[in-house]
């Protein structure tokens, strides 16, 4: 025979289930915007750091073709020179002119060197900024493809949290006051990790803080027989818990 608080019990884990899904349904309101968000600054950190890399390009690039336009200077001028060269008899003007040979041969030397050094960097930056523009692209299209799911999922949502504050609003008055004051102790205890008003048991343990309860508290509490809160967390004892959803509970820090 149910005692006389069955009903009170199993109307208090009704409030629980729709406050639970409640709070799971706010905190995805207040959260996945915000989570968008930080992606989208994270990818524009990305995008500067990006800009940053496609600059050092430009200018290496640039380097490059100074390096050129001066290589292609200097090897004119060896061409002059070895023309001059042939047409020299004079021992002084053949000798300056190989001097002047040798020179340009060392000045083109360190000019090649300085263009291989900076193809090599320009070849690094360019794989730094193809992979940064792909991994931009790829941030950027996942993205958009959440805040779309998002935007359809939001007046879902929406709704949903309204239609749950209207079941809350009507069965609330119907739960006896003091069945509700030991609830509301529960949910709004500091000390857990979450707000939640009724836990269940597993043996003499609270599967919510996993702390032993008085066996006679149990029983009471599974017949209908009286209201209790576990020591705790001092959440109301609804009953006993299936065995699969005892497994499935975390714990609350108590
Ligand atoms: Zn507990």
Redesign the pocket.
């Known amino acids: 025979m149910p005692g006389p608080h069955t009903e009170a019990i199993a109307l208090l884990r009704d409030l629980d289930a729709l406050d639970q899904e409640l709070l799971a349904l706010q905190a995805e309101l207040a959260t996945t915007p915000v989570g968008l968000a930080e992606r989208r600054s994270d990818i524009a950190g990305a995008s500067l750091a990006r800009d940053a890399i496609a600059e050092k390009l430009a200018e290496h690039q640039s380097r490059q073709r100074d390096h050129e336009r001066d290589l292609e200077g200097i090897e004119g001028r060896q061409k002059r020179a070895n023309k001059r060269l042939e047409a020299l008899f004079v021992a002084e003007q053949i000798a300056a002119t190989e001097r002047e040979i040798g020179q340009l041969a060392e000045q083109r030397d360190e000019e090649e060197f300085a263009i291989l050094e900076l193809m090599e960097q320009i070849d690094v930056l360019s794989g730094q900024l193809a992979s940064a523009n792909q991994a931009i692209t790829e941030a950027e299209s996942s993205v958009s493809s959440d805040q779309a799911v998002w935007d359809g999922r939001t007046p879902v949502v929406q709704a949903r949290i309204a239609a749950l504050q209207t079941a809350i609003e009507q069965l609330t008055p119907t739960i006896p006051h003091e069945a509700m004051k030991a609830y509301r102790i529960g949910y709004d205890n500091r000390n857990n990790r979450r707000h939640q008003g009724v836990?269940l048991t597993e043996g003499v343990m609270?599967i919510?803080?996993r702390?032993e309860i008085p066996a006679r508290w149990v029983n009471e509490s599974r017949n209908g027989d009286g209201i209790h809160r576990?020591l705790?967390?001092k959440?109301v004892l609804g009953g006993a818990a299936p065995k699969s959803e005892a497994d499935e509970e975390d714990l609350?820090e108590?």
Do not use: A, P, S
């Open positions: 836990t609270c919510l803080c702390t576990c705790g967390c959440r609350d108590t």
